[in-house]
């Protein structure tokens, strides 16, 4: 009697064998713990990329220097640098993507420094505010020079960054200007007129043909107020 009762238990219990298949099908498929599924860091250039980007600190310091765009130069101000990009106090208006020039003097560097850069963002205020607001372009810098990164590097040990004695001093660019373009829309009765600062009166109307966009058309240029 007790043998059959035995015998009876264990044919209804299911075997140890037949509970892990039973909870391997029950497990969802988000519950997954494989090595497959879990999120993996960024390696090879992705990493390294990420790298440089975080390590390329900004340093706050003020050193003048000329930048040279499409359709004119200008006398301007770093205010910021860093191995990899600029900010540059200017009121000239470029657009983001737009690549220029940016020439400074060093006294640790015996040449002139030409950087080339990429307009990354553009952050505009009023001519009147720009002592205040401090406006200007934010630069994205192209392959800087080795003796532009050694002179960050010192700096970053403790030395001095200071002006030399002139950016070009072979070629002095002439003074930035204000001056007022008049447009009118090529196909309509529309005008109206924007400030251009310039260099010169043929680079104030290719600056404002370009901030004004297609369809519109030059009146006059005159000098600012």
């Known amino acids: 009697m007790v043998t059959n009762c035995i015998g009876v238990f264990l044919s209804q219990a299911p075997s140890s064998v037949n509970r892990r298949r039973h909870a391997s099908r029950q497990l969802p498929a988000h ?19 990420l790298t440089q980007a975080r390590s390329a600190k900004r340093h706050k310091w003020r ?25 540059v106090q200017t009121g000239v208006r ?34 009147q505010l720009m002592s205040v607001a401090q406006g200007g372009v934010g630069l994205r810098l192209l392959s800087p020079p080795r003796s532009y990164l050694d002179a960050l590097r010192n700096f970053e040990e403790g030395s001095v960054l200071r002006a030399g004695s002139d950016v070009d001093p072979a070629s002095p660019p002439p003074p930035a200007l204000r001056f007022r373009v008049r447009v009118k829309q090529s196909d309509g009765p529309r005008m109206r007129a924007v400030q251009i600062q310039a260099s010169s009166p043929e680079s104030a109307r290719t600056l404002a043909l370009r901030e004004v966009g297609a369809g519109w058309e030059i009146v006059a240029v005159e000098p600012a107020a």
Request: charged share 25%.
């Open 31 to 49: 519950a997954s713990r494989t090595s497959r599924d879990r999120p993996t860091a960024p390696s090879g250039r992705g990493r390294t990329v």
């Open 63 to 87: 050193l003048p220097c000329e930048i040279v765009y499409e359709g004119g130069r200008q006398r301007s101000f770093v205010l910021d640098l860093s191995a990899t990009g600029l900010f």
């Open 94 to 127: 470029l657009k983001p993507g737009a690549e220029i020039e940016v020439r400074l003097s060093l006294e640790s560097v015996p040449q002139p420094l030409v950087l080339r850069a990429r307009v990354a963002r553009a952050k505009q205020v009023p001519q």
